[in-house]
């Protein structure tokens, strides 16, 4: 059975796919979002797991999307869209209580590094500046498709504007240290104190790097993004951005389908015909823009016979990390009461995310046991108590805490089943976590756990990496997710390729969406 034809249909409602999507009907095209689940957000959702309590079951932390205009150009407070800042923006937490609060501002974030190490700090200024630049510089390319000529015409402006800077000898060989070295040597290179190290070192780690990775340590740079535009989360969960971009773009004439499983993409002598439903339905389209993971689209989505060869080779080849995190929400009776060395109180640690590892190099050994298939023993931890900034989220007098780890393996190496660990896997986490608040036992009310399985079979995500693919050096810009299509074009005319699986990457940032939606207006003659 067919359907009344769009302009444009969207495979996913994930933040990305409704920034793609309110884009393209605000310029005035037929849009039809399609998602798999009842609800709208992907990774980007807050869902109300315990009775009272709003949880955010994926992501959580806003950063880059304010780094890009997706916000301002789509007037997204209009719908409804408000964010608060934590400040401190997050606290380093290493055994024996010793800390670090990292600042909005930079100079508040030195000043509590001198208290540490005079060295680290000037060490720490110094590492501000020079991101900076390189920032300024990557900017133009992050919210863009990225081509060789693309790349260089749109960076060449903030190098010219930095050109006494860019051209000094000093410059220029800390440039070549961070595009070489991996995140381990450089944090060793720039800090003696372990809480220095730690906090330059989250932005690989999150990302899914090991912190002895090759390129790593470039994207230690993006640590500065928490004092160009801070961290920040919206008022009532993180889902209140995607539900702001639906509203945005019901707004401007689209249409959400939830509960639409795509099984297939149709096409036609080379062309995109549209895409057909679970049910057998057909939604005849102009264009298809797939914001899922680019290997399901690509090899499931479209037929074998519909990509060349040498295509489909390469997207056999991209690689997807073997899961990510472990998950754990809770509902609380009291907040957790760190145990710090610092001057920082129990009340203000709660506000920001604790990020609790006992080194850089303790986390790289818990990245050797994952890639080994086996659960790390003491894996990092990211941990957020949301109603601690915004009470809203939970019952007067009662809090939520998020637990989410870095890193835990989909296959273990033994065999042994999630359905089997998951229980006793979030009792070890939660004990762990209570040696560094020790309220924590006596507070934890109830728990939804997730396992990699279990985030792959909620939100669709390969071996529950919520990257899509591996954010590796060699599978980013001009390669992600792989050369034919990095660009949001697939060698299917009107096929078109957005999500974390594409550049820029994952985390919330808009980024994909709203460079894919550009290409796809250009393409189709529409204004911007």
Same mark, same amino acid.
């Given at each position: ?6 302009? $444009?249909?969207?495979?996913?409602? %994930?933040?990305?796919?409704? &920034? ?6 605000? =310029? ?55 964010? *608060? ?12 209580? #010793?800390?670090?609060? @990292? ?33 300024? @510089? ?38 070549? #240290?961070? &595009? ?33 990775? !090759? ?23 993180? %889902? ?42 057909? $939604? ?7 914001? $899922? ?5 690509? /090899? ?7 990509? !060349? ?27 957790? #009461? ?11 640690? =709660?506000?920001?995310?604790?990020? $609790? ?35 809203? *989220? ?5 809090? &939520?805490? /998020? ?42 009310? #109830?728990?939804?756990?997730?396992? !990699? ?19 590796? +050096? ?9 050369? +034919? ?40 003659? =529409?204004? &911007?």
């Amino acid at each position: 059975m067919s359907t009344g034809g769009y302009d $444009i249909v969207v495979i996913g409602a %994930g933040h990305n796919g409704l &920034t793609a999507a309110a884009y393209l009907a605000r =310029a005035k095209l037929g849009t039809l979002v399609v998602e798999r689940r009842p609800v709208v957000g992907g990774c980007v959702v807050t869902e109300e797991i315990f009775p009272g309590y709003r949880i955010n079951t994926a992501s959580f932390e806003h950063v880059q999307i304010h780094w890009t205009p997706v916000l301002e150009e789509l007037d997204l407070a209009r719908f409804g869209l408000e964010y *608060l800042e934590p400040d401190p923006a997050y606290l380093t937490i290493l055994p024996e209580g #010793r800390s670090l609060p @990292i600042y909005r501002d930079v100079e508040r974030t030195v000043e509590a590094l001198a208290l540490r190490s005079r060295r680290d700090a000037r060490a720490y200024r110094e590492f501000h500046a020079f991101a900076q630049d390189v920032l300024a @510089i990557v900017r133009p390319a992050y919210l863009a498709a990225p081509t060789p000529w693309g790349l260089v015409r749109r960076t060449a402006p903030a190098i010219v504007r930095r050109l006494d800077r860019v051209l000094r000898s000093s410059w220029l060989g800390q440039l070549l #240290r961070v &595009t070489t070295s991996t995140c381990r040597q450089l944090v060793e290179r720039l800090f003696e104190t372990p809480e220095a190290r730690l906090a330059l070192a989250l932005s690989p780690i999150s990302a899914g790097l090991s912190p002895s990775a !090759p390129g790593s340590a470039f994207m230690c740079l993006f640590h500065d993004l928490v004092h160009e535009t801070g961290v920040k989360r919206p008022r009532g969960g993180s %889902g209140m951005l995607t539900q702001a971009l639906r509203r945005h773009l019901e707004h401007s004439g689209g249409t959400v389908l939830t509960g639409g499983a795509v099984t297939a993409i149709e096409t036609e002598r080379g062309a995109v015909r549209g895409v057909r439903l679970r049910d057998g339905t057909v $939604i005849e389209a102009r264009a298809v823009l797939s914001a $899922i993971d680019p290997r399901t689209t690509l /090899l499931s989505l479209l037929a074998p016979t519909d990509l !060349p060869p040498r295509v489909l080779v390469a997207a056999r080849a991209i690689r997807v990390a073997n899961g990510l995190s472990f998950k754990v929400d809770c509902s609380l009776r009291e907040l957790p #009461r760190y145990r710090l060395g610092s001057a920082a109180d129990a009340g203000d640690a =709660a506000v920001p995310m604790q990020f $609790i590892a006992p080194s850089v190099e303790g986390v790289e050994a818990a990245y050797a046991e994952y890639a080994a298939g086996r659960v790390p023993r003491e894996p990092a931890l990211m941990v957020a108590t949301h109603t601690a900034l915004d009470p809203s *989220l939970a019952p007067p007098g009662r809090h &939520t805490l /998020l637990l989410e780890t870095r890193y835990t393996p989909y296959r273990l190496r033994d065999g042994t089943a999630w359905t089997q660990l998951r229980e006793a896997e979030a009792d070890r986490l939660l004990a762990l976590l209570a040696r560094y608040a020790p309220n924590l036992a006596a507070a934890v009310d #109830r728990r939804f756990i997730q396992s !990699p399985e279990d985030m792959e079979a909620r939100f669709a995500l390969p071996s529950g990496h919520q990257n899509h693919c591996d954010m590796s +050096a060699d599978q980013m810009v001009l390669r992600r997710p792989l050369w +034919a299509c990095a660009a949001y074009r697939t060698p299917i005319r009107g096929c078109y390729l957005t999500g974390a699986g594409t550049h820029p990457g994952g985390g919330v940032s808009g980024a994909p969406g709203r460079n894919a939606a550009m290409v796809m207006l250009r393409d189709l003659g =529409a204004d &911007t």
